[in-house]
Antibody, heavy 120, light 106 residues
């Protein structure tokens, strides 16, 4: 069974870049028709989809974040990564990585989530 | 952009049936997925493609989707069902989540 694990700094300063990595085990990021995704959840609020990357390297992002987001794939390390530029306090959230079973599919596997706080 | 509307909260008596709705324009033409999230935990898929249950999800959970409303139904509600529930669809190659519904079991 595939497992996902987020890693990265828990504290980022305003205007800097948030960088997270999701390591996939029990499966390959290049196999199947999966969309490897990032989703976030501000404290006490709902889920917000950030974007995904397909095994070909093609990406798609939430229009509201598109100008600041980059998602990349490292097949040699079997992980994918998130970069969010120019962060503000509004970007403070629990960040989840998840596997989507292909549009219009569901998220069948999730990481445990990691809290990222934006503060000086 | 496409929007999904969920009630902020739903209450159900122990052992009774809870229904959580997810509204969207012609949502019946889309595949709707539902997630359960307990405090401090990642969401868990409970219904996919409108009405399918992943393995390990009790038969008490069911789903339907027609017209402008999709519905998650939880029969014989238990205290352990008290959670936040989110619906999700795809629209124009992007993912959309509903705002979430807090289910309280009385």
């Amino acid at each position: 069974q595939v497992q996902l694990q987020e890693s990265g700094p828990g504290l980022v300063k305003p205007s800097e870049t948030l960088s997270l990595t999701c390591t996939v085990s029990g499966g390959s990021v290049t196999s199947g028709s999966y969309y490897w995704s990032w989703i976030r959840q501000p404290p006490g609020k709902g889920l917000e989809w950030i974007g995904y990357i397909y095994n070909t390297g093609s990406t798609n992002y939430n229009p509201s974040l598109k100008s600041r987001v980059t998602i990349s794939l490292d097949t040699s390390k079997n992980h994918f990564s998130l970069q969010l530029n120019s962060v503000t306090a509004a970007d403070t959230a629990v960040y989840y990585c998840a596997r989507n079973r292909g549009g219009p599919g569901d998220f069948d596997s999730w990481g445990q989530g990691t809290l990222v706080t934006v503060s000086s | 952009s496409y929007e999904l509307t969920q009630p902020l909260s739903v209450s159900v008596a122990l052992g009774q049936t809870a229904r959580i709705t997810c509204g969207g324009n012609n949502i019946g033409s889309k595949n709707v997925h539902w997630y359960q999230q307990k405090p401090g935990q990642a969401p868990v898929l409970v219904i996919y493609r409108d009405s399918n249950r992943p393995s390990g999800i009790p038969e008490r959970f069911s789903g339907s989707n027609s017209g402008n409303t999709a519905t998650l139904t939880i029969s014989r509600a238990q205290a352990g069902d008290e959670s936040d529930y989110y619906c999700q669809v795809w629209d124009s190659s992007t993912v959309v989540f509903g705002g979430g519904t807090k289910l309280t079991v009385l």
